[in-house]
Structure formats: structure tokens, C-alpha cells
């Protein structure tokens, strides 16, 4: 599996983005995080792809959308209200199954992420 995510830029505050990201395969749970250079990353909305509820962080919440198109094998991540704290690098990751779990806070952990994309720039001023 490969993931490529695209729809990045730059946006003023209280403004939106949507972010891509195509899969060449397939995955149980795949999701997005987050990560400023030097910082943590945090892990921001995740599900399972055979379908249930998506978890978001809190950060997030409210204001941050996944979903996805099976058909264009994509996922995606409408951000809305956007705030400047919420400039980063944004990444597509799947879970590997050794998480044992699904969610927002297991995509903040390298260890249990089995693919990630090349990431997408966002930045709001």
C-alpha cells in the first residue's frame, strides 16, 4: 500500500482545506496526524474501513471531518474553522494491527503505524 496526500496550502484563520490521500491498497484503519518540525506528532481522526464510529481528537473535534470514497480508494479530511495552531504537516497513516485498537491517540505512535504518506503542508495565518 502507498499513500499520496495532496490538497495542502496556505489559508487565513477561520478558514477551510480539504486534504486527500489516495491509497494504491487497502487497510483496516487508516486515519490522519499531525506533526510541527521538532514537535510531537498528534494523532488526529481515525477508522476502521469496514465501517463504525470515527474518533477525533479533541483538538479537533467539532471542527475536523474523515471520510472516505471506496470507489476512488481515497480518504479524506475536510478541516474547517481553521485556527493557527493547526499549521503542521499533515500525514495519511494506516494502523498496523498489532495497535489492537483504533483511534485518534494510537496515530501519534510510530510504532504502530504500518504506512504514511509523504505528508501535506498547511499553514494558517
Known amino acids: 500500500v502507498q499513500l499520496v496526500e495532496s490538497g495542502g496550502g496556505s489559508v487565513q484563520a477561520g478558514g477551510s482545506l480539504r486534504l486527500s490521500c489516495a491509497a494504491s491498497?487497502?487497510?483496516?484503519?487508516v486515519g490522519w496526524f499531525r506533526q510541527v518540525r521538532g514537535n510531537e506528532r498528534e494523532g488526529l481522526a481515525a477508522f476502521y474501513t469496514a465501517g463504525g464510529g470515527t474518533d477525533y481528537a479533541d483538538s479537533v473535534k467539532g471542527r475536523f471531518t474523515l471520510s472516505k470514497d471506496d470507489a476512488k480508494k481515497a480518504i479524506y479530511l475536510q478541516m474547517n474553522s481553521l485556527k493557527r495552531e493547526d499549521t503542521a504537516m499533515y500525514y495519511c497513516?494506516?494502523?498496523?494491527?498489532?495497535?489492537?485498537?483504533?483511534?485518534?491517540?494510537?496515530?501519534?505512535?510510530?510504532?504502530?503505524?504500518?504506512?504514511r504518506g509523504q505528508g501535506t503542508q498547511v499553514t494558517v495565518s
Open positions: 497513516a494506516t494502523v498496523s494491527a498489532l495497535a489492537l485498537r483504533c483511534d485518534a491517540a494510537v496515530l501519534a505512535n510510530p510504532k504502530y503505524l504500518e504506512l
Open positions: 491498497g487497502s487497510a483496516d484503519c
